[in-house]
């Protein structure tokens, strides 16, 4: 088993709790659900944006379900040379995080919008995190 291997695994796993929090506890603030934003419960206030919120937060977990199964796909059946492929474009994909979601909760959480405060500076530190465990272990697979 790669290093890759493993890193994809429990990249699987962490977000597959997110995949469960968003179709089951959306309110939770954990697992990265969207109770942490205030705007989640505002929007109860008018049931139209509620539904869209909601929709749009179970479209968010039905498409990381789609992107994890196809990630497990890849671990079980790739070769060496596509899971180094996989694992770059997994550290562009995280790191695209910054481009423009990562400005959006940065704003919200100076605003005061998002509750624990700071929410984005270790959400910022994770996501880096996972960015620097990708380049790593692909590293390390595409040397082996």
């Keep these: 088993m ?7 695994l429990g990249f699987v796993l962490l977000e597959g709790s997110n995949v469960i929090a968003l179709y089951f506890f959306p309110e939770s ?3 990265n659900a969207v109770g942490s934003f205030r705007a989640y419960e505002r929007s109860k206030q008018d049931p139209v944006v509620h539904d869209f919120v909601r929709y749009l937060v179970n479209w968010v977990a039905g498409t990381k ?3 994890l199964l196809l990630l497990m796909v890849i671990v079980f059946t790739a070769d060496t040379d596509t899971l180094v492929l ?5 550290a562009v994909a995280i790191g695209s995080f910054f481009w423009r979601l990562f400005p959006m909760v940065r704003r ?3 605003a005061g919008q998002i509750d624990p405060p700071g929410y984005s500076k ?5 996501i880096a995190a996972m960015v620097a465990v990708f ?6 697979t ?3």
């Design 108 to 110: 919200m959480d100076a």
């Design 65 to 67: 379900l789609i992107f």
């Design 29 to 31: 603030k954990y697992a």
């Design 122 to 126: 270790m959400l910022g530190v994770m």
């Design 135 to 140: 380049v790593v272990a692909t590293v390390l």
């Design 86 to 90: 996989t694992g770059m474009a997994m």
């Design 2 to 8: 790669t290093a890759l291997t493993i890193v994809i």
């Design 142 to 144: 595409g040397m082996a």
